[in-house]
């Protein structure tokens, strides 16, 4: 992969240390001029996909269930993308993809191509880079979806000019992306996973086995189910306890109380151990806006001494982060491919 850009001083400089709303998910996103290449953001229950032309447009972006096989998950999905690959070209005849980026969820290897574990998909080491590319026909830039979204903001997004990054998508769960130095940091595929991270010793199991990860107490779906168990009230979603508690409702003020607590925490260990220039949220609670980031702001800036403070940042791109920076991923294969007798175009 190319190196990407350093981070600019100026920008850095200049940008504001306020939250920045996150700006609409958009079919004409900022990729900018490339060669053409076919995106793919493998969800656990849906995907999305398009076609990206050479000016940077988004062609028939469509979001498709995701395939759940029986007998081999990684086939069924590898078929799914050959069809709608077909489908996309069909529609778009003077569009010629010359690569592909297939992003999934779970753990994964970049570097080998191998989706190591999904558990939504159920897969177990399978070749996911050499089954696509044979079923595309086209060289695949295999990776990670949250790793995708996180290079997309870095690049083109929230933490564009700088060089030290860490971007979470707070929603169901919490996951996260780091970028280090200017370039993604993926730990041989166990990077980034702040969610699982300590946020409270005699808490919760999690589902992943651990007691007390931080998700169990800040994900937007823990702030719902915590203020059902506590209040007795079904709600659908955090939004509604955030109005319960901006209402005055005491269990709802505790429980997100808790969650902001929890974040600011693992911030603050964040902080003092990679020191990230920016911190980029996204996901549904982060959609709270102010109502989240002033008090995380806040809760962080008393946790902190010597250390080099980030700015907080609303993610921009939204829902499509994920695809953008797996188109992204393609257009980096294409050029570092471009040099070989035969590329196309
Ligand atoms: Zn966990």
């Not at 998508?169 to 993604?184: D, F, K, N, R, W």
Request: glycine share 14%; net charge negative.
């Amino acid at each position: 992969m190319p190196p990407v850009p350093d981070p600019s001083p100026a920008a850095a400089s200049t940008a504001p240390a306020t939250t920045r709303p996150g700006g609409p998910a958009s079919s004409t996103a900022p990729l900018g001029p490339g060669e053409a290449v076919l995106a793919f953001d493998v969800g656990g229950t849906d995907m999305k996909s398009a076609l990206v032309d050479r000016h940077g447009r988004v062609l028939g972006l469509r979001r498709t269930p995701t395939p759940l096989g029986d007998g081999d998950p990684a086939a069924a999905v590898v078929s799914a993308l050959a069809e709608l690959a077909a489908a996309h070209r069909a529609r778009h005849r003077d569009v010629r993809p010359v690569a592909a980026g297939v992003s999934v969820p779970g753990l994964v290897d970049e570097r080998a191509g191998v989706g190591i574990f999904a558990s939504n998909l159920g897969w177990r080491d399978a070749p996911i880079r050499d089954l696509a590319e044979r079923a595309l026909g086209l060289p695949v830039a295999f990776g990670h979806d949250v790793r995708a979204a996180g290079d997309a903001e870095h690049r083109l997004g929230a933490a564009r000019g700088y060089g030290d990054v860490v971007v979470l998508a707070i929603g169901t769960g919490i996951a996260g992306a780091l970028v280090l130095g200017g370039h993604p940091y993926a730990g041989g595929g166990y990077a980034g996973e702040l969610g699982h991270a300590l946020g409270d010793p005699g808490g919760e199991r999690c589902p992943c086995g651990a007691r007390g990860c931080l998700e169990t107490i800040a994900s937007a779906g823990a702030v719902a189910r915590r203020y059902t168990a506590a209040s007795g009230i079904a709600v659908a979603g955090a939004r509604e306890v955030l109005a319960a508690a901006e209402a005055g409702d005491a269990d709802a003020a505790r429980v997100w109380d808790d969650a902001v607590r929890a974040l600011a925490e693992a911030l603050a260990r964040l902080v003092a151990t990679v020191a990230p220039e920016a911190v980029v949220i996204g996901g549904g609670l982060a959609q709270a806006g102010p109502a989240l980031f002033e008090p995380l702001r806040q809760r962080l800036d008393g946790l902190l001494s010597f250390h080099r403070r980030p700015v907080l940042l609303q993610a921009q791109l939204g829902d499509d982060a994920g695809l953008l920076g797996t188109a992204l991923a393609a257009r980096d294969l294409a050029n570092h491919d471009a040099s070989q007798p035969g590329a196309e175009r």
